[in-house]
């Protein structure tokens, strides 16, 4: 299982090695680049924080509260989506890398999904891993659509 997890230097040194650019070009490429990891990084960090207690008390201000097998950082009702990315943003190791893993644009976009679960299902919601990915590999198709993939 160990050997199955997709660690992120793989795909860094894939996405320096076929988004490239003309030297005119070489920032916008460089934004891509990191844009891509920033939003895998945050799924790392989503779907990791839905299993590992450790990761959920360092973004959640110790906030913590078990619920069946697994831990969960809502304690009650729901910790609001748009404080748990404040959370992670709030992180010094985001914010040396990235300056912030999620942009207020994708903090309202997640918080608008989460009012709208909890208005269909009336119970709490866990930010999900796979929408940042999504982001990562729409990012992914526009670098190619534009001519910044040489694969």
Not at 40 to 46: A, D, E, R
Not at 54 to 73: A, D, M, N, P, T
Request: one cysteine or more; charged letters at 20%.
């Amino acid at each position: 299982m160990y050997l199955s997890i997709p660690w992120m230097n793989r795909l860094a040194t894939f996405a320096q090695a076929f988004i490239t650019s003309s030297p005119e070009e070489a920032e916008t490429a460089r934004q891509i680049r990191l844009n891509l990891m920033r939003h895998v990084n945050l799924g790392w960090i989503l779907g990791l924080s839905q299993i590992c207690r450790k990761l959920q008390v360092y973004f959640s201000e110790g906030k913590v509260q078990q619920r069946g097998s697994l831990w969960r950082i809502w304690p009650g009702k729901a910790l609001p989506v748009r404080s748990f990315l404040n959370c992670i943003n709030s992180s010094s190791e985001a914010r040396a890398h990235f300056g912030k893993l999620a942009t207020d644009s994708e903090i309202e976009a997640m918080a608008e999904i989460e009012q709208q679960y909890c208005a269909k299902y009336g119970r709490a919601y866990c930010p999900e891993y796979w929408l940042p990915m999504q982001w990562a590999t729409r990012i992914c198709k526009q670098a190619m659509l534009h001519g910044y993939c040489d694969v």
